[in-house]
C-alpha cells in the first residue's frame, strides 16, 4: 500500500519522503524519485527526522500476518509504532495526519447488511485474529488523539488489490494461490475487494477533503469467496477449486497445519486457525460515505485481479 500512496502523491506534484526499513529493499520507490529516510516503526528510529517539515504524514505502514508467530511483531509494529507516531506529530508541530486503518476495526454487523462507519469498534477481547485486534487498539488510539485536537483522518481500507504485493499480504496469496492451483477448495465467507490504485488515491483524497476526526471505509464490491476464487481462475485461465469445505473441516485442517505440519516442515501455514475464523462471518462493508465525501473511485475489481495477475507473472512468482 505504501508504494501506491507514495506514487499517487508523486503524481500530484508532492514532495515525498519515506521511512523504509531498509532502503535497498525499496527500487519502486527510489525509481518514484522519493527521498528515503531509514528506520522502523517498531522502534521509532527516523520518525521524527522523517516528520520534520513535512505538511502532511501518511501513516501507511503495519504489518499483516495471520501467522501467530508474528503477534509480538504485530504489537510492536501496529500499536506501539502508531503510539511513536502520534507522538512525533505532535513534536514536529501537528502536520495534518492520515491514519491508515482497516475494515478489521470496524465493527460487523448481524443483520444481514454491510457495516459502516457508524457501526463502532470491534471488541478487542473478542476478534478471531491479533491482526485485527492491533487494528482496533491503534486506531482507537488515533481517534484519542484526535479527540485532544490533533488534526487526524482515519482510512479504512477493507481487501485491496492489485500489483506489487511483493511479501504478498494474505489476499495476494489467495490470489496467488488460485494461479497457481494450490487451492482445492475453499471455506464460503465473504470479501469486500477495492482496487489498490484507488486505494491509494482515497488516502490523497481524504488529505484533501477528509473530515478532521472521521473515519472513511475505502471499499467497493462485496463478493463470496466462491465467486472470488472463480473470477480469479478465470481470469488467470486455469481451473476453479469446486471443493467447498465445511468450517469444521478446515478448523480441523488448520489446527493440524498451523500446529504439527508448519513447525514439522520449518514453513508458514498454509491455512493459519485466524484465517479460518475469520472466514466464520462475511466481511461486507459499505463504502457510500467515502464515495460521497470524498469522490472515491469504484474501478472494476476484474481489472484489479486482472493487473495482480499480470504483476505476479512479470514477477515470476507464478
Known sequence: MGYHVARVLVEHGH?????????????HLKALGVDMIQGDLATGEGLRAGIDGCDAVFHVA?????????????YAANVEGTRRVLEAVREAGG?????TSSTAAVKLRHDGQPSTEADGFNDPDRVVSTYKRTK?????LVMQA???????????PSTPVGPYDVKPTPTGRIVLDTMLGRMPGYVETGL????VEDVAIGHLLAYERGRAGERYILGNRNMHFGELVRLIAELAGRKPPRLRIPFFAAMAYAVMDERVLAPLLKRPARAPVAGVRLAREPMYFDASKAVR?????QSPVEDALLRAIEWFRSAKMA
Open 15 to 27: 514532495r515525498v519522503r519515506a521511512l523504509v526499513r531498509d532502503p535497498g529493499r525499496a527500487p
Open 62 to 74: 503495519a504489518h499483516y500476518s495471520l501467522d501467530p508467530r508474528d503477534d509480538a511483531l504485530m
Open 95 to 99: 502536520p495534518r495526519l492520515v491514519y
Open 136 to 140: 482496533v487498539l491503534a486506531e482507537r
Open 146 to 156: 484526535a479527540a485532544e485536537g490533533m488534526d487526524v483522518v482515519v482510512v479504512n
Open 192 to 195: 469486500n475487494l477495492v482496487a
Open 293 to 297: 465525501e470524498l469522490g472515491l473511485p
